[in-house]
């Protein structure tokens, strides 16, 4: 086999059931408040402590409000969970980032900038966005809330080792395309269940040429196409990211590391259980249409008529058009938009900011659009205020919420209002996902920023 998740995976295998799951070791465990309050009840209840507290990190996220943090939280269902996280947190004796302290923010976004999250380590969390952090070249992956009281009592889990596919988008990327767009354009290809059963490694020049950030982000939709986890080879790009990072290890102990970590890619005679290739010339701006992420075109194609539905039982693909307000075979170039989100695990990152600064300077934010633009953690908050992004965004009539998931789902006060259309750069458009009757098209930060200034769905590419 002799690929890099068989690595990984063999080197934390504690040991092996015949015909039955393997019990793997965990290197790190992130909790939220919403997938933990009975994993906790479950320990209290058998009279058991953390295994390995030293290992295990929580935080709010998915209920924190996105303004007024300092203030008591006002939805009553929120406020109990994210009480209740502290509270278990100081019970078990865990360390715990809580709200306004400057380590909080989304659990996918503080790992790696913490450096919390390395290369070969085995990583999960109650929450099925935890592949984000295979792109520092670790073995990452969302487990349910009994799994997370087995990890807590014993830092070990039972798995079924998954299949492995390696996917290589080989070429170079062209204008305004980003890691999203690539994300969603595999997705299209090979569909929401296309992955289901497999971990995937991402490789090829394109993927190679992706920042840490980028890398984050495609690694964060690997669920969305059915798969176990996604993970791309650490190298200089990852090395240079975790340098320096809070956790990551120095002196010696970095120069150990950075030798191992060189040891963590697949070999050049590495067999994968399915492998696929595909060209980065042929990927343009995406945006979805549906209410799958798979659902989806690029930016200047029409929705697909009904004879050519894509990848979608007819039934389900004219339920989803329905519910959006779209027809089969229309163009979305120039439809009217009401929300603008920037954020979410998938673009709440420093890079994502850049982008959509970049996008908007010079220009306005147009009257009746909605936007919501929130960093994924206190650190991207701080940095975007560092190099003059905020500047740059109040003057174009953007104001920068407070860190959280905020309108990626609506568990929260940022919710879209039924029958309003936004452009999001989070990572699910189900129907609901972002506010009961709100209609989601899943987009890039680029594609996101030219919606805001000029009020419809726009082709980045005109305005960059």
């Not at 020049?205 to 986890?229: F, K, Q, W």
């Not at 009904?306 to 979608?312: L, Y």
Request: proline share 5%; glycine share 10%.
């Amino acid at each position: 086999m002799n690929t890099l998740f068989d690595k990984i995976w063999d080197k934390h295998v504690v040991q092996k059931i015949d015909d039955g799951p393997t019990q793997l070791y965990i290197d790190r465990l992130y909790c939220h408040e919403v997938t933990t309050p009975q994993a906790f009840d479950g320990m209290r209840a058998r009279g058991l402590r953390c295994f390995r507290p030293q290992q295990i990190y929580c935080m709010p996220d998915h209920n924190t409000p996105t303004h007024d943090q300092d203030k008591p939280i006002a939805d009553p269902v929120s406020k109990a969970q994210v009480d209740a996280l502290e509270r278990n947190a100081a019970e078990f004796g865990l360390t715990h980032y809580g709200m306004l302290s400057k380590d909080n923010g989304i659990i996918h976004v503080v790992g790696p900038e913490k450096g919390l999250s390395l290369p070969g380590m085995t990583i999960v969390c109650g929450d099925s966005h935890t592949s984000t952090h295979g792109a520092m070249g670790a073995v990452a992956f969302g487990i349910g809330t009994s799994e997370v009281e087995m990890v807590m009592a014993s830092q070990c889990i039972l798995q079924q080792k998954p299949k492995s596919m390696r996917i290589n988008i080989n070429g170079t990327l062209g204008k305004g395309v980003t890691a999203k767009d690539v994300a969603l354009y595999l997705m299209a290809q090979i569909t929401t269940s296309g992955a289901t059963g497999y971990f995937v490694e991402y490789a090829g020049e394109a993927v190679r040429n992706l920042s840490m950030e980028g890398r984050l982000t495609l690694c964060n939709l690997s669920i969305e196409m059915g798969a176990r986890g996604g993970m791309i080879a650490p190298d200089e790009t990852t090395f240079n990211y975790i340098k320096g990072r809070e956790f990551a290890p120095k002196g010696e102990e970095w120069e150990k590391a950075v030798a191992y970590w060189k040891t963590l890619k697949s070999g050049e005679d590495a067999v994968f259980d399915k492998e696929l290739f595909f060209d980065a010339a042929d990927i343009e701006p995406r945006i979805t249409y549906g209410t799958n992420p798979g659902m989806g075109i690029g930016i200047t194609e029409a929705i697909p008529a009904n004879g050519q539905m894509a990848n979608s039982p007819e039934q389900s693909f004219l339920k989803a058009l329905d519910y959006m307000g779209f027809k089969p075979g229309q163009k979305l170039l120039g439809t009217k938009v009401d929300y603008v989100f920037l954020g979410a695990c998938t673009n709440g990152r420093i890079e994502d900011f850049r982008a959509f600064a970049s996008l908007v300077k010079g220009r306005k934010k147009v009257d009746d659009v909605v936007a919501w633009l929130v960093p994924g953690s206190w650190a991207v908050d701080k940095q975007i205020r560092e190099e003059g992004l905020d500047k740059i965004l109040a003057e174009a009539g953007f104001e920068i919420r407070q860190p959280g998931c905020s309108a990626c789902l609506a568990m929260n006060d940022d919710k879209i209002p039924a029958g309003k259309l936004s452009v999001s750069t989070s990572n699910r458009n189900f129907e609901g996902r972002q506010g009961p009757g709100a209609r989601t098209v899943l987009a890039s930060p680029l594609t996101a920023a030219a919606a805001a200034v000029t009020g419809v769905i726009t082709d980045p590419r005109e305005l960059l």
